[in-house]
């Protein structure tokens, strides 16, 4: 592939980081499930080990099918590097211990996702690093936390559940002024419509379970940065085993080559959703970046190619509201995941932030009857039908 000519991301998440591990001919990555490689010649084997000479020693530290689906996450964002994880929250957790020490501060925002909330508020503490959450969207209030001094600011925008948005560059600004590195979790925006390294962050985390892979059926992390950053966790990872699945990375890549087709088809649905949401009376509020009424709009289209799948909006009716409307909806999921073909609802307490307790939750600013809904690629006018007939069954 011509190097140094930038394509477009429809054409990188079809061919990119595929080629150089193509074998025997064939157009498609093989699964290597092998655990280990052979060497005839120890002199080889040694400089393999020791990093002097392209080739894989053991499972556990690389593996090729592994390394293509790193290679066309790394395009996709742009990035020097990319390393991959068993799961989202495996590249959340190893890249936060990679860097922090007893002592360390680390600055973010109180509602990201349910698992990330729950490392700062239980895990890191007993390490005795000092975790400060600010209000989501108050950039004033963090730039003022960050110029106390702190080792990692962590960024999720747009949030889960309620895509609130943080604007990348302005954060990234306040924390290079104080030596801090800037972690992102991109998992709703997608490479395809935000890229927060060149927005000025250190480091891009993805859950590939949800939209990289778009299937729902692997689960998988991945992040990218500079090769100094991501080798040194890579490294941590490499250690401490959270290593992705052949498999698994398999399926990632294959699904990650409809990426760009599926994000256009479900950030279009998504927004037609939330503009009828909107308009509907058994409905109090939505919340979707593309709607004006969003209180980060603007920096929104400042930061983003597209506002993504992702919507939440919260029922007049709440909890009892929500019981009725789930099991009518006939083309959608009620499931844990996001991010898949299909359409997947469910309320935040039982995904999310399943947790977190019903205090934290309210805490975060997240009603019981909010649902989350993640729009899939199905016709449009029957995903506004199968919503309009469950939301009339709703008895109040
Ligand atoms: C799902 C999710 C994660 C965790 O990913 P897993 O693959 O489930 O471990 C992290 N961040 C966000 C924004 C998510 O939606």
């Given at each position: ?18 080629r ?11 699964v ?31 593996n ?18 990319a390393?991959?994880?068993s ?8 890249s ?30 007993r ?37 609130k ?18 972690f ?19 480091l ?32 941590y ?25 599926r ?43 597209g ?17 009725q ?28 932030h ?8 309210a ?34």
């Open positions: 592939m011509v190097k140094n000519k930038k394509i477009n991301e429809a054409t990188m998440a079809v061919w990119s980081g595929e150089d591990y193509l074998a025997f001919g064939a157009t498609q990555v093989p290597v499930h092998s655990v280990a490689y052979s060497y005839d010649d120890i002199d080889e084997w040694y400089e393999v080990a020791i990093g002097k000479r392209k080739g894989h020693i053991y499972g556990r530290n690389t090729p099918t592994v390394q293509s689906f790193e290679d066309k996450v790394k395009e996709l964002e742009g990035a020097e590097a390393t991959s994880f799961t989202g929250m495996a590249a959340i957790s190893n936060l211990l990679t860097i922090l020490k007893p002592g360390d501060r680390i600055v973010s925002i109180k509602d990201t996702y349910g698992g990330t909330n729950k490392i700062f508020s239980e895990f890191l503490p390490l005795n690093i000092e975790v400060t959450l600010v209000e989501t969207g108050n950039h004033e209030e963090m730039e003022s936390e960050i110029e106390k001094g702190c080792t990692i600011v962590y960024l999720e925008t747009p949030t889960n559940p309620t895509v948005i943080t604007d990348i560059t302005r954060i990234s600004k306040a924390a290079k002024a104080v030596g801090a590195l800037v992102v979790d991109n998992t709703f925006a997608t490479p395809i419509n935000q890229n927060p390294l060149q927005l000025g962050a250190d891009v985390i993805h859950s590939a379970t949800k939209f990289l892979g778009g299937h729902a059926d692997a689960l998988g992390g991945v992040v990218c940065g500079d090769s100094t950053l991501v080798h040194s966790i890579y490294h990872r490499e250690i401490n085993g959270a290593t992705l699945d052949p498999m698994a990375a398999y399926l990632l890549l294959r699904g990650m080559k409809t990426l760009k087709l994000i256009e088809k479900q950030q279009e649905n998504a927004l037609a959703v939330a503009r009828y949401l909107a308009k509907h009376d058994k409905v109090a509020e939505v919340f979707y970046p593309g709607l004006e009424s969003h209180k980060n709009h603007e920096i929104a289209k400042e930061q983003m190619r506002f993504g799948g992702m919507l939440s909006f919260a029922l007049k009716g709440e909890l009892e509201a929500v019981r409307f789930l099991p009518r909806l006939q083309f959608a999921n009620r499931a844990a995941n996001l991010g898949s073909v299909e359409t997947t609802v469910g309320p935040a307490r039982t995904t999310s399943v947790e977190n307790t019903p205090e934290e939750r805490a975060l600013g997240i009603p019981e009857g909010l649902v989350r809904y993640s729009a899939g690629i199905e016709d449009i006018d029957d995903l506004l039908a199968d919503l309009t007939q469950a939301l009339d069954a709703i008895d109040n």
